[in-house]
DNA sequence: AAATTAATGTCGCAC
DNA sequence: GTGCGACGTTAATTT
């Protein structure tokens, strides 16, 4: 089993495991020492599928593809769908047995308490392989580079629009940037990447009453809504609140 | 490559193909047919990723698995966590060529227009396999579940609730359950599978309010957030504005 | 661990 | 297609 190293290859790659149409016994073996090693799996063929947890599903037989990741993550595919149909997240512990001759692999978390069953009834393929990613995903676009745009040209927002704080927490929660008009008014900024309908609106007047009462003063507060558009339904309720808005990208030049 | 059932083993069972560290090239010919026959594939190797469109995002090199499937869904998962790092939705068209003598794939979509590109470095393994699902999921526990619950059991929001109406639209959106209470007081029922938080309680406000416009009375009209509980801030919010909180599981029996 | 919000959220449904 | 809300949302951050 273990590679003492006297062999012809190189060994310094990392030689993955593939197996086709494997008994099930193959399978069971090849998967628990991957998953003890803590490689990647996948498994491919038609299974049937239980969870019980925060709800509880059951799915019937049918071909999946199922991903068990070094972190305790397990996720099933079907042939359709940006969504596993079903999953267990990262932290989950996976058991990996045979029952009445088939392929089943059982992985449980705690905290809520879940539990997710895949059972295969036949298998097209196993897959494990050591995985290294050193790298982060580097994001542009995001309610981040949305803050730092306006906090770098306040005048987006309005002439002389002053930014005081960000993060600002209210009772109601953080707000996005505080600051004070050209009036000396305080201003509630609440930033979207995108388009936003009324839970945006719900969610900036939660914010400026929070400020009202937290300020407890007389003061008039300004609430402004910043983000590429808005619908009908948001710019309604924002006139209804007196709520104001603002049009602006995350990304400059993305009209 | 066509096979004409003349081989020896049985043909009726889909034969999926594997290949460990294979060229580039014949990499690039098992994908492209299999994306051209509709079959899923997986690719394993380090890879680059680059994708733009809602946002932009980079990603240098490391070791991911690549998902295609047949529906034109793209997924490119990490060692770590549910969500993949990168993806392309459902409806995508994936090109498989060569860069550089480097696997090179790109998937478009439009409406938002959208790119993802996926260059591997090295391959260590790529598997194609028909797919066939004809199961859907039955799931349990939603708020679906929640809503068939109180309507035939309509004391358990309070006594003599008399449920009239589900998904009765408002200019705000539709409610989950109107009805009328004992003194023929109009009721709001907002329905939550899970604890809920403050944006719950302004979603509630806004339906009550867009009644009060609808109905355009002076009847007073009282909104009732269901759901297994509350966090602290959400019922000094429903205590702000005069909205009420009955504790309910989806599930009975889930304490 | 609980709370709150962002997300390339995705997904489904109604219009 | 847009709008709106649910989702076993997940993920990150803060308390």
């Given at each position: 089993?273990?590679?003492?190293?006297?062999d012809?290859?190189?060994t310094f790659?990392?030689t993955?495991?593939l197996?086709?149409?494997?008994?099930?016994e193959t399978?069971?073996?090849r998967i628990?020492g991957?998953?003890?090693r803590?490689?990647?799996v996948?498994?491919?063929?038609?299974?049937?599928?239980?969870y019980?947890g925060?709800?509880?599903?059951?799915?019937?037989?049918?071909d999946r593809?199922?991903?068990?990741k070094?972190?305790?993550?397990?996720?099933?595919?079907?042939?359709?769908?940006h969504q596993?149909v079903?999953?267990?997240p990262?932290?989950?512990t996976?058991?990996?047995?045979l029952?009445?001759?088939q392929?089943?692999?059982?992985?449980?978390?705690t905290?809520?308490e879940?539990?997710?069953?895949?059972?295969?009834e036949s298998?097209?393929?196993?897959?494990?392989?050591?995985?290294?990613?050193?790298?982060?995903?580097?994001?542009?676009?995001t309610?981040?580079?949305l803050?730092?745009r306006?906090?770098e040209?306040?005048?987006?927002i309005?002439?002389d629009?002053?930014?005081?704080?960000?993060?600002?927490?209210t009772?109601?929660?953080?707000?996005d940037i505080?600051?004070?008009?050209s009036?000396?008014?305080?201003?509630?900024?609440?930033?979207k990447?995108r388009r936003?309908?009324?839970?945006?609106?719900?969610?900036?007047?939660?914010y400026?009453?929070?400020l009202?009462?937290?300020?407890h003063?007389d003061?008039e507060?300004?609430g402004?809504?910043?983000?590429?558009?808005?619908?009908?339904?948001?710019?309604?309720?924002?006139?209804?609140?007196?709520?104001?808005?603002?049009?602006?990208?995350?990304?400059?030049?993305?009209?």
């Amino acid at each position: 089993m273990t590679d003492t190293g006297d062999d012809h290859g190189p060994t310094f790659e990392r030689t993955p495991e593939l197996a086709v149409d494997p008994p099930a016994e193959t399978a069971r073996e090849r998967i628990a020492g991957a998953v003890d090693r803590g490689d990647m799996v996948t498994v491919f063929g038609r299974c049937r599928v239980e969870y019980d947890g925060r709800a509880k599903s059951t799915l019937g037989p049918g071909d999946r593809l199922l991903v068990l990741k070094p972190d305790g993550t397990a996720l099933v595919h079907t042939d359709e769908g940006h969504q596993p149909v079903n999953w267990q997240p990262p932290g989950s512990t996976h058991e990996v047995g045979l029952d009445d001759a088939q392929l089943h692999i059982e992985s449980r978390r705690t905290g809520p308490e879940e539990y997710l069953e895949v059972t295969f009834e036949s298998i097209e393929y196993v897959t494990t392989v050591d995985v290294t990613d050193p790298e982060d995903l580097s994001l542009s676009g995001t309610e981040e580079d949305l803050r730092e745009r306006v906090l770098e040209s306040p005048g987006l927002i309005e002439p002389d629009f002053e930014p005081l704080a960000t993060e600002r927490s209210t009772p109601a929660g953080a707000i996005d940037i505080y600051g004070e008009d050209s009036e000396n008014r305080a201003v509630v900024v609440e930033l979207k990447r995108r388009r936003v309908g009324p839970d945006a609106v719900g969610q900036l007047d939660r914010y400026v009453d929070a400020l009202a009462r937290d300020l407890h003063a007389d003061r008039e507060i300004r609430g402004i809504l910043v983000a590429p558009s808005a619908t009908d339904r948001a710019q309604e309720l924002l006139a209804e609140k007196n709520l104001e808005f603002v049009a602006l990208e995350p990304m400059p030049g993305e009209e």
